[in-house]
């Protein structure tokens, strides 16, 4: 058993991101499990590839996919993924999809198989602010969820997964007046968390 965390590349003209400074920052080990971590490129199509090429080569019991939500002031556990890209802004191949499925003839949506109430709950009572969301969006995290909770259902994966937003970075915000943020040893500390209180459950269920 394992845990794969994800985080992507900068994208939309940022020089961080800080879901991939969170997933690098993550013990090596968390409740009594090695942690995986593999860094996406914001591009559709090619993000959910390497993901599951990482899934199907480690195998972990839990994935945690990670990604920036700029303007968010809270860790915010995704709850759905849905069958559809609509980009507001280029990805980092310059593609800017409008109206098409992630998974032509899949499922409209997908639901976390994480414990995504008792991950809040585990941030929440360390002080930390975090929330259910109800939308990943529509550009390429969504993507993600989707595609892994989507093939994890087809292909009866033996696996928990799921995908946490964390706000922009102090440094990120420095030329957006008003825009939240979050330090990044909050950020970590949060996602440990989360971590634990998942694979905690997981570990009761098996």
């Excluded at 899934?55 to 994935?63: E, F, I, N, Q, T």
């Excluded at 440990?192 to 997981?202: D, P, S, V």
Aim: with cysteine; charged share 15%.
């Amino acid at each position: 058993m394992s845990i794969l965390v994800t985080g992507f590349d900068p994208f939309g003209g940022e020089q961080r991101n800080p879901s991939w400074e969170v997933a690098q920052a993550l013990p090596n080990t968390l409740a009594g499990l090695p942690v995986h971590r593999v860094q996406l490129p914001t591009v559709f199509g090619a993000a959910g590839r390497v993901l599951m090429e990482t899934v199907h080569r480690c195998r972990p019991s839990l994935v945690l996919c990670l990604g920036q939500a700029g303007g968010r002031a809270a860790l915010t556990v995704e709850r759905v993924g849905i069958n559809l890209r609509d980009a507001r802004i280029p990805d980092n191949a310059g593609a800017q999809p409008v109206d098409q499925p992630v998974c032509p003839g899949g499922p409209a949506a997908c639901f976390s198989t994480l414990p995504t109430r008792a991950m809040v709950e585990a941030i929440r009572g360390d002080g930390l602010p975090a929330a259910l969301s109800y939308t990943a969006g529509t550009f390429v995290c969504n993507e993600v969820l989707y595609t892994l909770l989507e093939a994890a259902q087809r292909e009866r994966l033996p696996l928990w997964g799921g995908f946490l937003h964390v706000p922009y970075l102090p440094a990120q915000t420095a030329d957006k007046p008003g825009q939240p943020s979050m330090a990044l040893t909050d950020m970590v500390r949060g996602v440990t968390l989360a971590l634990e209180a998942a694979a905690i459950q997981r570990n009761e269920s098996t």
